[in-house]
């Protein structure tokens, strides 16, 4: 397959000349030199222009200046990169950002890796205040229910000019979340999102005092995120409602439990008689996630004597093994990414308590009776997962084994990587390789030991 050539493509508007300097120079130490700078301003002067001849003379001629008449928003601007760009991929980052010099070298050789790449792709990332980088966002690759409740991907992407015929132009009519809704209308129409595993961006993070204003407007960005959210979901027939997280940076979604039945023939819900549940109307609400159509398995959140987790999910490694998720960390403080309490993709849950979708439980033929302990739950993940399934672990509803012993022998684990060693080789998709692996994930330097 032949190289990318990448349109990159900026709006600017109220631009700050020194970071956006800053982000030129990033764009000017890129390892891989196929591509061209699309700038699309809406500021009142050509100081932009100007700048760019007089500071960068080495890439004057791969930049693209247009003059925006309109103050028509960032989905305007987007759209009219897209539409003068030459390049095959289109590159969207923002004007007081900064790329990893090898950023795009990393996005070519992701596009390279196979025949007929045609997927968005976006990368890990971190905050640069001031000169100073920090905060690290190691993401998961794709992970549709966490994404329901907030932009985890962020606003750098790359997107494919063939993805963009398909899927149409950014929606001008969302003022802040024209990119979010990019990335739901991609994935309600099944295409690929795919991830780098790399801090490639560094995203500028303005920490002054927020104003009264500045609150009211991050209000509005969570209430169009969630709108557009809640609205794609009822579109599959979803139905359900959502509210706004106090911290102002993710929103929650809460399905419609009206539905569930006791004793209907459409679920599954599997108990080891040495589980105790700590939470009410958990078959309701695990139901309500089991609602999605894509959606095959529901678990809990399983917690210690202690106030501490015990797994909120599991995690598997190259060889295998499966971990639990947030394990040892306490319930009331602040987990990674907040993941420990929101709900989210994994590649399987604890079945101990969970509840299946009937109709996939018979598709697949159930679990393998060749497989014991945690071993089984995993096998029947990964064979929803190749179906178009998800597994989804609900943190709401908790549990707690009064005796725990679900541990798989080791002819089941051998029949286990023999069935399905290719894929857990790769790693567990849903955790992010930057993060350490075993009993001690989701813990970074500096976290509660």
């Known amino acids: 397959m032949a190289d990318a050539y990448f349109t990159l493509v900026v709006w600017t508007v109220d631009t700050n000349m020194d970071q956006f300097k800053d982000m030129l120079e990033s764009i000017d130490q890129q390892e891989y030199r196929e591509f061209e700078l699309y700038i699309l301003d809406n500021n009142p002067s050509n100081a932009i222009e100007i700048t760019i001849k007089e500071f960068f003379p080495d890439i004057v001629d791969k930049v693209h200046y247009r003059r925006l008449k309109k103050k028509s928003g960032g989905a305007y601007a987007y759209n009219i990169g897209a539409h003068f760009a030459e390049g095959n991929y289109l590159v969207y980052l923002g004007q007081h950002d900064r790329l990893s010099a090898k950023t795009l070298g990393a996005l070519n050789e992701k596009i390279n890796s ?27 690759d794709f992970n549709k229910e966490l994404l329901l409740q907030t932009n985890y991907i962020g606003d750098f992407f790359c997107l494919p000019v063939a993805l963009y015929k398909k899927l149409g132009e950014f929606n001008e009519k969302a003022k802040t979340a024209y990119i979010y809704e990019y990335y739901l209308r991609a994935a309600f129409k099944k295409e690929k999102i795919e991830h780098i595993p790399s801090l490639l961006y560094h995203k500028r993070i303005d920490n002054k005092i927020k104003t009264k204003e500045d609150r009211a407007a991050e ?140 109709k996939v439980y018979r598709m697949l033929r159930g679990f393998d009776p060749r497989l014991s302990g945690r071993d089984a739950m995993l096998d029947f993940c990964i064979r929803a997962r190749e179906r178009g399934f998800r597994t989804v672990v609900v943190p709401k509803c908790i549990a707690r084994y009064k005796n725990k012993d679900n541990i798989s022998t080791e002819e089941s684990h051998d029949f286990l990587m023999e069935k399905h060693g290719e894929l857990i080789e790769k790693g567990d998709g849903f955790y992010n390789k930057n993060l350490p692996v075993g009993m001690e994930n989701y813990r970074l330097p500096g976290m509660e030991e």
Request: proline fraction near 2%; aromatic fraction near 14%; charged fraction near 25%.
């Open 114 to 140: 196979r025949e007929d790449f045609n997927s968005i792709i976006y990368t890990d990332s971190d905050e640069l205040i001031g000169l100073d980088r920090m905060n690290p966002h190691f993401k998961s």
């Open 219 to 358: 209000r509005f960005y969570c209430n169009e995120h969630m709108a557009l959210a809640i609205s794609y979901l009822r579109k599959t027939g979803v139905i359900c409602r959502g509210r706004v997280d106090a911290n102002m940076k993710k929103w929650h979604i809460d399905y419609d439990e009206t539905a569930f039945r006791r004793f209907s023939g459409d679920y599954m819900f599997l108990r080891d008689e040495n589980v105790k549940l700590f939470t009410r109307n958990n078959a309701k609400r695990m139901y309500a996630y089991l609602s999605q159509p894509d959606v095959a398995v529901v678990g809990c959140r399983f917690i210690n004597r202690g106030f501490t987790l015990d797994n909120v999910g599991y995690i598997y490694g190259e060889d295998g093994a499966q971990y639990p998720a947030f394990h040892g960390q306490r319930i009331f403080r602040d987990s990674y990414e907040g993941l420990a309490s929101m709900p989210h993709d994994v590649a399987m849950v604890d079945s101990g308590c969970c509840m299946i979708d009937a």
